[in-house]
T-cell receptor, first 116, second 114 residues
Framework: AQTVTQSQPEMSVQEAETVTLSCTYD???????LFWYKQPPSRQMILVIR??????QNATENRFSVNFQKAAKSFSLKISDSQLGDAAMYFC?????????????FGPGTRLSVLP | GAVVSQHPSRVICKSGTSVKIECRSL??????MFWYRQFPKKSLMLMAT?????????EQGVEKDKFLINHASLTLSTLTVTSAHPEDSSFYIC??????????FGSGTRLTVV
């Protein structure tokens, strides 16, 4: 079974600065998806970024980028130019690529605070 | 974009009663939906997978007789918490397979059993 670990329960960053959230995972599969989801106080799960494991290029979405190290099974999220609206819980998630309808495996989450 | 509507957003019920939570895909068909439970300051834990027209598959440790799941159409799945107790109080989130990014989450339901 796959597992996802986020070793930072809480992080804080100054507004306009850069912060990196860590995520490691364990799997025996060669192809899979990795995700970062944001959960603000509204509790709505919002997709931040997605990475396909078979793609070597790191995914980027505006101020959000990942550092995907497949051999090390590491998938960190970098948030540049942090904004107050980035404050939320961030969940790293894994999903198999093979099985139809496969569910997510979520990490325990990192609570990010953005300081003005 | 794909939208999953989850209703109600908040519900308070008395101990011993049942409460139904709806998860509806508004602009796409969802053959598979997932139900998660989230305890305060914790991650999402998968409870069950529901497939349209067939019985739900429950994760180990989840009581299928307490958490009844029905996926009668391609756009609607329901979770009924039967004979609710205070320990069932939690945040429940559904997810539907479909939409632009593959999976779309509902906005969640906060259940409080008093």
């Amino acid at each position: 079974a796959q597992t996802v670990t986020q070793s930072q329960p809480e992080m804080s960053v100054q507004e306009a600065e850069t912060v990196t959230l860590s995520c490691t995972y364990d799997t025996s599969e060669s192809d899979y998806y990795l995700f970062w989801y944001k959960q603000p106080p509204s509790r709505q799960m919002i997709l931040v970024i997605r990475q396909e494991a078979y793609k070597q290029q790191n995914a980027t979405e505006n101020r959000f980028s990942v550092n995907f190290q497949k051999a090390a099974k590491s998938f960190s999220l970098k948030i540049s130019d942090s904004q107050l609206g980035d404050a939320a819980m961030y969940f790293c998630a894994y999903r198999s690529i093979d099985n139809y309808g496969q569910n997510f495996v979520f990490g325990p989450g990192t609570r990010l605070s953005v300081l003005p | 974009g794909a939208v999953v509507s989850q209703h109600p957003s908040r519900v308070i019920c008395k101990s011993g009663t049942s409460v139904k939570i709806e998860c509806r895909s508004l602009d796409f068909q969802a053959t598979t939906m997932f139900w998660y439970r989230q305890f305060p300051k914790k991650s999402l834990m998968l409870m069950a997978t529901s497939n349209e027209g067939s019985k739900a598959t429950y994760e180990q440790g989840v009581e299928k007789d307490k958490f009844l799941i029905n996926h009668a159409s391609l756009t609607l799945s329901t979770l009924t918490v039967t004979s609710a107790h205070p320990e069932d109080s939690s945040f429940y989130i559904c997810s539907a397979r479909g939409g632009f990014d593959g999976y779309t989450f509902g906005s969640g339901t906060r259940l409080t059993v008093v």
